[in-house]
């Protein structure tokens, strides 16, 4: 008998998932394959996941578990320790091998690595697999072995590599019921995902959030063929424009691998326009660059990576509350980055361009920490990464590896006037704009950012 159980994590899809196939492709019967997800909330350093991300989450595993049903394939549900709770499914289905995707961050890497020795002691193989990223962080060095710091260099090393082609998904095996029975005689219980209780209740903040996102396989596999096909070849022109729907908006289907890399890279052969495909691969090269930096350095969710920066006197979101509490209900009184803001609350989602207005306005205007940020974001996006969000909170706030220079600071008013000439973004996201309703700017732009100067100044020495 050969039983795998396939442990997904950040790798929710049939399509493209090497682990899953290969699990499929040793299999005889129903049953040889199980699909398990366990909700780890718990173990030691792994962050819970944020409110947006979880409803995210509650979609998609309701979506792989038909998507696995259609193949004969059961998708167990568990919450709790994995450390625990694999080896004792492992041994209650009399499973005899383990497969999983592999992860990069640091307590992630360290968990697996543990499990495959526990495992291994109980004489079950655990295999890992790449699944993620389109290069495995330690295969990309510089020419003196080491991790890129800058991207220009990372991405001409990764995007001049072979992108593996993406694979199908695995062939049925059997129906499901079968291998339903098969776990029914053995007692294991299939679990539900409304026990993992991930979508919010009092308040439902995410009442209409059904139709602004369809969190499905089948949903991300429609999202980018309609991007490639109807909106893509605009992108080198209107992708900064946070009212255009120039951009993918592929980042959730990314983030809980719905997506994987190699099926957007692959899918971005489609744009006709030269300079639109170039650019669209590189942004997409930003992705697997914030993971080879959280891979190579795990402490930069919550570190500086310039470690000058650590004298710099931000405050923390506690010592200015009120300023904060503004800033995260869009009531700063500069619309460009209130309109971000407030879309963040109703979506989940933000352009990229706003993001980046929002961040340097609370980081260099405000004076406020970019992690009290960083954590806000990690809340409310649906896309909430591990490795992309603070990756480019330290990109804006001027202390990560390669950061936006500390003295280029995003003028909010100026970037609305160029990036949103017509209001449209803003009007769309503030009702009240424009009347008394609305307030007034919460800083002068000219002081505060004379003041961050300063304190940089202060901090490199160079005053
Ligand atoms: P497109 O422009 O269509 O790009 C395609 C894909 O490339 C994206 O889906 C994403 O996977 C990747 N990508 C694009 N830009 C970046 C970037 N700067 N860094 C990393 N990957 C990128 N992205 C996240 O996926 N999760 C986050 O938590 C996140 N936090 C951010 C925080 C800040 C302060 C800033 C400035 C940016 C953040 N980004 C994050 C990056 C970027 O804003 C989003 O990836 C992008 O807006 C997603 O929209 P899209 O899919 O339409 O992007």
Same mark, same amino acid.
């Given at each position: 008998?050969?039983?795998?159980?396939?442990?997904?994590?950040?790798?929710?899809?049939?399509?493209?998932?090497?682990?899953? %196939?290969?699990?499929?492709?040793?299999?005889?019967?129903?049953?040889?394959?199980?699909?398990?997800?366990?909700?780890?909330?718990?173990?030691?350093?792994?962050?819970?996941?944020?409110? #947006? #991300?979880?409803?995210?989450?509650?979609?998609?595993?309701?979506? &792989?578990?038909?998507?696995?049903?259609?193949?004969?394939?059961? /998708? /167990?549900?568990?919450?709790?320790?994995?450390?625990?709770?694999?080896?004792?499914?492992?041994?209650?289905?009399?499973?005899?091998?383990?497969?999983?995707?592999?992860?990069?961050?640091?307590?992630?890497?360290?968990?697996?690595?543990?499990?495959?020795?526990?495992?291994?002691?109980?004489?079950?193989?655990?295999?890992?697999?790449?699944?993620?990223?389109?290069?495995?962080?330690?295969?990309?060095?510089? !020419?003196?072995?080491?991790?890129?710091?800058?991207?220009?260099?990372?991405?001409?090393?990764?995007?001049?590599?072979?992108?593996?082609?993406?694979?199908?998904?695995?062939?049925?095996?059997?129906?499901?019921?079968?291998?339903?029975?098969?776990?029914?005689?053995?007692?294991?219980?299939?679990?539900?995902?409304?026990?993992?209780?991930? +979508?919010?209740?009092?308040?439902?903040?995410? +009442?209409?959030?059904?139709?602004?996102?369809?969190?499905?396989? !089948?949903?991300?596999?429609?999202?980018?063929?309609?991007?490639?096909?109807?909106?893509?070849?605009?992108?080198?022109?209107?992708?900064?424009?946070?009212?255009?729907?120039?951009?993918?908006?592929?980042?959730?289907?990314?983030?809980?691998?719905?997506?994987?890399?190699?099926?957007?890279?692959?899918?971005?052969?489609?744009?006709?326009?030269?300079?639109?495909?170039?650019?669209?691969?590189?942004?997409?090269?930003? %992705?697997?660059?914030?993971?080879?930096?959280?891979?190579?350095?795990?402490?930069?969710?919550?570190?500086?990576? +310039?470690?000058?920066?650590?004298?710099?006197?931000?405050?923390?979101?506690?010592?200015?509350?009120?300023?904060?509490?503004?800033?995260?209900?869009?009531?700063?009184?500069?619309?460009?980055?209130?309109?971000?803001?407030?879309?963040?609350?109703?979506?989940?989602?933000?352009?990229?361009?706003?993001?980046?207005?929002?961040?340097?306005? &609370?980081?260099?205007?405000?004076?406020?920490?970019?992690?009290?940020?960083?954590?806000?974001?990690?809340?409310?996006?649906?896309?909430?990464?591990?490795?992309?969000?603070?990756?480019?909170?330290?990109?804006?706030?001027?202390?990560?590896?390669?950061?936006?220079?500390?003295?280029?600071?995003?003028?909010?008013?100026?970037?609305?006037?160029?990036?949103?000439?017509?209001?449209?973004?803003?009007?769309?996201?503030?009702?009240?704009?424009?009347?008394?309703?609305?307030?007034?700017?919460?800083?002068?732009?000219?002081?505060?950012?004379?003041? #961050?100067?300063?304190?940089?100044?202060?901090?490199?020495?160079?005053?």
């Amino acid at each position: 008998m050969s039983r795998t159980i396939h442990w997904f994590r950040d790798d929710l899809r049939v399509w493209d998932n090497p682990s899953l %196939r290969a699990a499929r492709d040793r299999a005889k019967d129903p049953g040889d394959v199980l699909g398990v997800y366990i909700l780890d909330e718990h173990s030691t350093g792994i962050r819970p996941l944020g409110g #947006a #991300a979880k409803w995210w989450l509650h979609e998609a595993l309701n979506s &792989l578990r038909e998507e696995l049903g259609d193949r004969g394939i059961p /998708l /167990l549900i568990r919450s709790g320790d994995p450390q625990t709770l694999l080896p004792a499914l492992v041994a209650d289905t009399k499973a005899d091998r383990v497969h999983w995707s592999r992860r990069y961050g640091g307590p992630e890497r360290e968990l697996d690595a543990g499990l495959k020795q526990r495992l291994a002691d109980q004489g079950t193989a655990a295999h890992s697999f790449a699944a993620t990223l389109l290069g495995e962080p330690w295969t990309i060095q510089t !020419t003196t072995g080491g991790p890129y710091k800058v991207f220009t260099p990372f991405w001409r090393a990764l995007s001049a590599r072979d992108i593996a082609e993406p694979q199908d998904a695995p062939a049925a095996l059997g129906d499901l019921s079968s291998a339903s029975a098969r776990l029914t005689e053995l007692g294991v219980p299939i679990g539900d995902v409304e026990s993992l209780a991930l +979508r919010p209740t009092a308040p439902n903040w995410a +009442r209409d959030w059904h139709e602004i996102w369809d969190p499905t396989e !089948t949903g991300a596999h429609r999202r980018l063929k309609t991007f490639v096909e109807e909106e893509a070849d605009s992108y080198h022109e209107h992708g900064q424009y946070p009212d255009a729907t120039a951009t993918s908006r592929v980042s959730p289907y990314l983030r809980f691998g719905q997506l994987s890399p190699q099926q957007v890279w692959d899918a971005a052969g489609g744009i006709t326009h030269a300079e639109s495909k170039t650019r669209f691969r590189t942004q997409l090269g930003w %992705r697997d660059f914030s993971w080879h930096l959280l891979y190579h350095f795990p402490e930069l969710p919550t570190v500086n990576m +310039r470690a000058e920066f650590d004298s710099y006197p931000w405050k923390g979101q506690q010592d200015d509350p009120e300023t904060f509490r503004a800033w995260t209900a869009g009531r700063t009184g500069f619309p460009l980055a209130d309109a971000g803001l407030r879309e963040l609350w109703a979506t989940g989602n933000m352009h990229n361009r706003v993001r980046m207005v929002t961040a340097s306005l &609370l980081v260099k205007n405000l004076g406020i920490d970019w992690r009290a940020g960083e954590a806000w974001f990690w809340d409310t996006l649906v896309d909430a990464d591990a490795a992309s969000n603070p990756v480019n909170w330290q990109w804006v706030a001027g202390c990560g590896a390669d950061a936006a220079p500390y003295f280029r600071i995003f003028n909010p008013e100026r970037q609305q006037k160029r990036f949103d000439p017509d209001f449209r973004y803003v009007r769309t996201w503030i009702p009240e704009y424009g009347t008394e309703d609305y307030p007034e700017p919460l800083v002068d732009l000219q002081e505060s950012r004379q003041n #961050a100067l300063a304190d940089y100044a202060t901090i490199t020495g160079k005053n």
